[in-house]
């Protein structure tokens, strides 16, 4: 079985003359664990695919599987929980890291956590042991306002992989 699978998925934005095509039938199948790249040039499509794949942006046509489960055919399939199925399945980091900036680095990765239903003494453990795997142990206490960019995008990771559970590779 194959974590994502992507068939004939289109994405057009507009209509009529206005209309523009930024996915056009792309297929893809990532296997559990699996390391793909997404390369183009700019205003290729890259981003658009990701967020589609991610939930975020509904296709215009075609079909995303997430780890067996069609979420998109011909746009959303209704009765699937998008919002679920992101807390659950996937993890996104954006280029910006998008942290919230009146959390600490270990608060901003509890709450994803808390989110799902995790006790906030094991959200914070779970926090903890992210970011100290990141190397951001020291800096479990800092808002993002001071933190490098590097270090800013390690938090956005360890959020990503907040809800992976351990005997999970690759998911």
Not at 68 to 94: H, N, P
Not at 98 to 118: G, K
Not at 125 to 152: I, M
Request: proline share 4%; hydrophobic share 40%; net charge neutral.
């Amino acid at each position: 079985m194959y974590a994502i699978e992507v068939d004939n998925l289109t994405k057009i934005y507009g209509k009529g003359e206005t209309a523009v095509t930024a996915i056009a039938e792309a297929a893809l199948q990532v296997k559990p664990g699996e390391l793909v790249a997404i390369l183009g040039p700019s205003g290729s499509g890259k981003t658009t695919l990701l967020t589609s794949i991610g939930l975020i942006n509904k296709p215009t046509h075609g079909t995303v599987v997430i780890d067996g489960t069609a979420v998109a055919d011909e746009g959303w399939k209704s009765g699937i929980d998008l919002k679920r199925m992101r807390q659950e399945k996937l993890g996104f980091i954006f280029q910006a890291h998008n942290l919230i900036p009146f959390l600490t680095a270990q608060e901003n990765v509890m709450i994803a956590l808390e989110i799902n239903n995790m006790t906030k003494s094991e959200a914070k453990s779970r926090a903890t042991e992210l970011l100290t795997s990141l190397n951001l142990g020291h800096r479990l206490g800092n808002y993002p306002s001071a933190l490098s960019g590097g270090e800013a995008q390690r938090v956005a990771i360890a959020r990503a992989l907040a809800n992976q559970t351990q005997g999970d590779p690759g998911r």
